[in-house]
Nanobody, 120 residues
Framework: QVQLVESGGGMVQPGGSLKLSCVAS????????MSWVRQGPGKGPEWVST???????GYGASVKGRFTISRDNARNMLWLQMNSLKPEDTALYYC??????????????WGQGIQVTVSA
């Protein structure tokens, strides 16, 4: 069955960095666009980033210039490098299989999520 397992979350001070990882299995990773979605406390889902099959990337306005998405198709791995973190980046972060339009409204495409907390 499809599995998306995130790791690398935690607590960090404002201005700090974290790198999230996602191991994917149960589907053909190399032919699937992959995304990150987050949900902050009391907020709806927010699209963070997507990477397509050949490495083209897109980012939400709130993270552009600070976050970098990457993938390794040989290892079925997805990453999100997060720099210059802000308190408003605090959220559950989900690895998701599919493009922005697919993942933003359908949790069945998401992993179990991992907490990122940015606080002094």
């Amino acid at each position: 069955q499809v599995q998306l397992v995130e790791s690398g979350g935690g607590m960090v001070q404002p201005g700090g960095s974290l790198k999230l990882s996602c191991v994917a299995s149960g589907f053909t990773f190399r032919t699937t666009p992959m995304s990150w979605v987050r949900q902050g406390p009391g907020k709806g889902p927010e699209w963070v980033s997507t990477i397509d099959l050949v490495g083209n990337t897109g980012y939400g306005a709130s993270v552009k210039g600070r976050f970098t998405i990457s993938r390794d198709n040989a290892r079925n791995m997805l990453w999100l490098q997060m720099n210059s973190l802000k308190p408003e980046d605090t959220a559950l972060y989900y690895c998701a299989r599919g493009s922005r339009a697919v993942v933003i409204d359908d949790r069945s495409y998401w992993g179990q999520g991992i907490q990122v907390t940015v606080s002094a």
